[in-house]
């Protein structure tokens, strides 16, 4: 596994570079659009005073490891953390990622702390025409205070909406990936061992 640390960058420069990026990469058929990139930092980290990023490349070892506790393959070859930063605490991690939904990919992000238990989740672009009711607050909220110790899994101890049932199994995979991905490829001991600068 190869990681990169980003700069200290303002959080600001930070935001409108990625803004420029993210406006970039969104499809011009994107159904609902609430968040860009900077704009879900800025709500995740409003008090930090830096996001930086960790781009980490998935060896074979990396790979192995992430598909026996996923259960499946990680579709990407590399993973981008933001991490927030205060002096030298580290107020959190944020991880934008994709779903399949029942056909298009749903962006989202997810917050976590340091310790990685998960503190919001938001739907980022939602492309379907039907479901978007996993972006309201009340389902959302049901993946606050989650772990990797839990099952994170749709019918177990995540309720489904009425309506977007394929939406919300979507959502409770892409949570639960992101908190065994935090744990396997930054909170372990060993990892920072494989940080390049």
Do not use: C
């Not at 909220?141 to 909406?161: E, L, M, N, S, Y």
Request: cysteine-free; proline content about 4%.
């Amino acid at each position: 596994m190869s990681m990169r640390r980003g700069g200290a960058v303002k959080h600001f420069v930070l935001g409108w570079m990625l803004f420029l990026g993210g406006v970039a990469a969104l499809p011009a058929r994107a159904a609902a659009t609430y968040f860009t990139t900077p704009q879900v930092l800025k709500e995740f980290f409003p008090q930090s005073q830096r996001v930086t990023y960790r781009k980490v490349k998935l060896g074979p070892a990396e790979q192995a490891a992430l598909q026996g506790r996923l259960g499946y393959k990680p579709a990407k070859a590399e993973y981008v953390f933001f991490v927030a930063t205060t002096g030298e605490h580290v107020d959190g991690y944020a991880l934008i990622d994709e779903e399949l939904g029942q056909h298009e990919q749903i962006t989202f992000a997810v917050k976590l702390s340091p310790t990685g238990t998960v503190e919001r989740h938001e739907v980022m672009v939602y492309r379907e025409a039907y479901g978007q009711e996993i972006s309201d607050a009340r389902f959302r909220r049901q993946f606050q205070g989650k772990t990797v110790k839990d099952p994170v899994r749709a019918g177990t101890d995540i309720d489904v909406v009425t309506g977007a049932t394929i939406s919300s199994r979507s959502m409770a995979v892409g949570v639960r990936r992101a908190l065994i991905l935090l744990d396997e490829l930054v909170l372990k001991p060993n990892a920072s061992q494989n940080t390049k600068g």
